[in-house]
């Protein structure tokens, strides 16, 4: 069933609500005007671990890709000691085709600054950074501005009304990235913080118990903590009204896909942009309703469901649910962020393997030998088969080398290899023939066969 009223984006005119030509950054004054921070008020009020039960409860997981329960995130962290502890906001959205979080920081991010201290006061953590990508000027300058007046009102600094934690005045401090993709996996952004080249960790430990300078560390996602506050507000049953639960049968230790979530739509449809509904739309819906349809006659092909580490749905998989358990069901690695990204018909999936391919190749730190090399390889592989003088030898080589790079197989630190291994692989599964055409060449002798003569 369709959404029939705005959660998220209430103070936000989107599509189908209202005119994105409506939009204005929300100060503070307007937005204590419309109950905010009433849930702040509320948490201080409440046991900390009280605080931590309700978004457990509400089975909110994670918006930033990897769908992790919050609430069991936050049950991680261990007895306070008295010394820092951190709260890290990922806001590095370095997705292609990913822009969700962007509209929160625009135009209403006292809600998310909500979430943060909410977050601090139920996890007993006295230090956030909220971890900017650095080609987001216009969003570092709105984010500035909210927490500075989030300072001049007590939300944080001397006088807070969250009180000291762990003998310390509440503190948020922005920080910008350098540009780097990686620094979107959170160990990576946690060397980023730290002054250090962005080079994820190995794990264990985990961050929840060493995390940025070796102290217990919460990281979530921008549209994660922005669901926070209104959980508190409205509570957890509430929440779990919106979305779509388990299947029939399933026990209770199954997560679900509750509330509502953020999708961006990118490519030839009418209407793109960011967009809430429900989870476990179907795509096609998604696509038609909200995005329009698509644009100039011409026809869909495939998507990019949440980024293009997932991997790609082909035409057989048009209406597929966009929720939790996508991945399983369509052979793809997830919903990722939820920003839809839209083939047509006209274009090549070996153009788009190949640009994906260059993309991770471009972006691996270097840190693992198999990423190092095994996304270049594979952007090699792929030009080569673009332009017409690959084998079929290649195309085995490709689909070894996609299943025995990332963590996954065991062989790399991050996800990185794995994001690039289920793109590609996904890919050239599902749009074999294209690849299969691209390197039968009758009449002709392979210039890469020859090089290897």
């Known amino acids: 069933m369709p959404l029939d009223t705005p959660i998220l984006t209430r103070r936000i005119p989107t599509p189908p609500f209202g005119d994105p030509a409506e939009r204005k950054?929300?100060?503070?004054?307007?937005?204590?005007?419309?109950?905010?921070?009433?849930?702040?008020?509320?948490?201080?009020?409440?046991?900390?671990?009280?605080?931590?039960?309700?978004?457990?409860?509400?089975?909110?997981?994670?918006?930033?890709?990897?769908?992790?329960?919050?609430?069991?995130?936050?049950?991680?962290?261990p007895p306070e000691d008295g010394k820092r502890r951190y709260l890290a906001i990922n806001a590095d959205e370095s997705e292609p085709a990913t822009f969700k979080d962007r509209m929160l920081m625009d135009f209403d991010?006292?809600?998310?600054?909500e979430g943060i201290a909410i977050c601090m006061h139920a996890c007993r953590l006295d230090t956030a950074y909220f971890y900017?990508?650095?080609?987001?000027?216009?969003?570092?300058?709105?984010?500035?501005?909210?927490?500075?007046e989030a300072y001049g009102n007590g939300i944080f600094g001397p006088g807070s009304r969250m009180g000291q934690i762990n003998g310390r005045d509440p503190e948020l401090h922005l920080h910008r990235g350098a540009g780097a993709y990686i620094c979107g996996e959170e160990t990576g952004l946690l060397?980023?913080?730290?002054?250090?080249?962005?080079?994820?960790?190995?794990?264990?430990?985990?961050?929840?118990?060493?995390?940025?300078?070796?102290r217990p560390t919460i990281i979530n996602n921008v549209e994660t903590l922005a669901y926070v506050p209104l959980i508190l507000q409205h509570g957890a049953d509430w929440f779990k009204g919106y979305g779509k639960g388990r299947?029939?049968?399933?026990?209770?230790?199954?997560?679900?896909?509750?509330g509502t979530k953020l999708f961006g739509i990118s490519g030839p449809v009418k209407k793109p942009g960011?967009?809430?509904?429900?989870?476990?739309?179907?795509?096609?819906?998604?696509?038609?309703?909200?995005?329009?349809?698509?644009?100039?006659?011409r026809k869909y092909k495939a998507a990019?469901?949440?980024g293009i580490s997932m991997g790609v749905l082909d035409r057989e998989q048009y209406d597929a649910p966009l929720d939790f358990d996508i991945g399983k069901k369509y052979a793809c690695l997830g919903l990722g962020t939820a920003c839809v990204t839209v083939i047509p018909e006209d274009f090549s999936m070996v153009s788009v393997a190949r640009n994906v391919a260059r993309f991770f190749s471009h972006e691996s730190c270097g840190q693992c030998t198999p990423c190092r090399e095994g996304t270049n390889w594979m952007y090699k592989m792929l030009s080569r088969i673009e332009q017409g003088d690959g084998t079929t030898k290649d195309l085995d080589l490709l689909l070894e080398l996609s299943g025995s790079m990332g963590s996954m197989p065991g062989t790399t630190i991050c996800g990185l290899a794995d994001g690039a291994n289920w793109a590609i692989?996904?890919?050239?599964?599902?749009?074999?023939?294209?690849?299969?055409?691209?390197?039968?060449h009758r009449g002709r002798v392979s210039l890469a066969v020859l090089g290897a003569a």
């Open 191 to 214: 060397e980023s913080l730290e002054g250090k080249r962005g080079w994820p960790r190995i794990k264990p430990p985990f961050p929840a118990v060493a995390g940025a300078f070796g």
């Open 109 to 113: 991010p006292h809600l998310v600054i």
């Open 304 to 306: 990019i469901p949440g």
């Open 274 to 297: 960011v967009y809430e509904e429900n989870l476990g739309i179907p795509m096609s819906e998604l696509i038609e309703r909200l995005g329009g349809g698509m644009r100039d006659g």
């Open 425 to 440: 692989r996904t890919i050239v599964n599902k749009f074999w023939d294209e690849f299969e055409a691209a390197v039968v």
């Open 25 to 77: 950054y929300i100060p503070y004054y307007r937005y204590v005007e419309t109950d905010g921070y009433a849930s702040l008020d509320q948490a201080v009020g409440m046991e900390p671990k009280a605080v931590i039960d309700i978004v457990k409860a509400s089975e909110l997981r994670g918006r930033g890709g990897a769908g992790f329960p919050a609430g069991v995130k936050w049950g991680f962290l």
């Open 132 to 148: 900017i990508r650095g080609e987001y000027h216009h969003q570092r300058d709105m984010m500035l501005k909210a927490i500075a």
């Open 247 to 258: 299947a029939e049968g399933a026990p209770p230790t199954v997560p679900a896909s509750f």
